[in-house]
Structure formats: C-alpha cells, structure tokens
C-alpha cells in the first residue's frame, strides 16, 4: 500500500559505473520528482516531469537522465558516478496546485 | 526565485518543555508554505501546512505554525514535546500563483533534540 516507492533502498557502487534507481507511485498524481539530500541533509530538487514530460531542470549535469515510461513511474539513470554524487535521492509525487508532495523512503546511493 | 532560512540547525530541549523551530522565506511572488518531518533513516512526511485562510495551522500530533506575511515567517511550535518529537524538521516553499510542476525549496533543516 505504499504510496511513493523507490527501489533500491541502499545501493553502493564503484566510481564510473552506471546506475539507475527505480520510483512509482500508486496515488494517480500527474506531477514527479526527484530529488537529492546532500550529507548536510540539505534538500534540492533536480527534476520535475508533468504527464510524462520534462518540466524543470535544475542545473543538474547530465550524467543524470531522468526517464518517465508513464504517468505512475519516474526512474533516474547515473552514468559515470563520482564520488560527489554519494548522497539520498528521494522520488515525489504531487496531484494539483494547492497539495503537499508524497515522498519516497528515499536510496541512499554511495559511490567508493 | 525563493529561498527558505531556517536559523537554528540544531535544537536541544527537554521533554515536556515548549519548542519554536524558526523559519523565515523570502520570494518575489506568493507561496505555499510546508513543515515537513524526518524521522533518522526514512522519507519526508508532511507535518502541516499553509495554503490560505487562516495563519494558524495545526498538525494532529500537537504542532502548529502561524503565517506572518509582513515578516515573511512561519514559525513552527510545540507546547510541550515528546522523545518522539526528535527528527529533523524543514520549512519548505512552492509558488502558489503558477501552475504547473514547480517544485518545493528547503531550508537546511533543524535537528531537534529531545533530552529526557
């Protein structure tokens, strides 16, 4: 019954592989995230994708290739991971202008 | 653009005790305004939040917050806090006059600390 889930929950990885981490909601929201917590905890979105379409890009290199197959999953794909890209994406969903956004538990992605 | 400041990043108090977890914001247009909880090793849930009407809001777990407009403001409180309180609590803004996928700017949080 979760509502945002993202797999895998923990994933750790040498420099220079590639990864992708997987999130679906199951709440009919037409509006996804993602985004990253830094080891300070700071919070920053990276992407934002409307009815499967891209909407907003924060400066996010790119390395980093958010992909939509449907409206209810929105999966992140890293190549080339470095060892600054250590940090816990947290996946979001969102239905309407005036609600809050649903998490996901969020992976914790270490780069060694 | 909007930027979100939560002064404290770290606040000690004991149980039972009132607490005020400081946030203030600053943007060139209208905002949602949101309290989001962190509990150690999950997601973000929502705590409450300020849409219109009212400036106070209130959670169901005794928290509440007021909106201030003219000091851009919304601080968040707790009359007396419980061990299970401790977590790390943002402040959070997204655009209320635009549509779309806007998504939501934090501050850097504040780590509250329960002591028995």
């Known amino acids: 019954d979760t509502a945002v889930s993202q797999t895998p929950k923990y994933l750790v990885t040498q420099m220079g592989n590639d990864k992708s981490i997987k999130c679906e909601q199951n709440?009919?929201?037409?509006?996804m995230y993602w985004y990253k917590q830094d080891s300070k905890k700071f919070l920053k979105i990276m992407f934002s994708y409307n009815n499967k379409e891209l909407i907003i890009n924060e400066t996010v290199p790119n390395r980093f290739s958010p992909k939509s197959p449907d409206k209810a999953h929105l999966n992140l794909h890293i190549n080339s991971l470095e060892l600054g890209d250590s940090a816990v994406y947290f996946c979001?969903?969102?239905?309407?202008?005036?609600?809050?956004?649903?998490f996901g538990q969020g992976t914790r992605l270490t780069v060694v | 653009a909007q930027s979100v400041t939560q002064l404290d990043s770290q606040v000690p108090v004991f149980e039972e005790a009132p607490v005020e977890l400081r946030c203030n914001y600053s943007?060139?247009?209208?905002?949602?305004l949101f309290w989001y909880v962190q509990y150690p090793n999950q997601g973000l849930q929502l705590l409450l939040k300020y849409l219109s009407g009212s400036t106070l809001v209130e959670s169901i777990n005794g928290f509440e917050a007021e909106f201030n407009k003219s000091q851009t403001s919304f601080h968040l409180r707790k009359p007396s806090v419980h061990i299970s309180d401790t977590a790390e609590y943002f402040c959070a803004v997204r655009p209320s006059l635009r549509g779309g996928a806007d998504g939501l700017t934090f501050g850097k949080g504040t780590h509250l600390i329960i002591q028995p």
């Open positions: 979001a969903s969102r239905q309407g202008a005036g609600t809050e956004a649903f």
């Open positions: 943007s060139s247009v209208s905002v949602y």
């Open positions: 709440l009919g929201h037409d509006t």
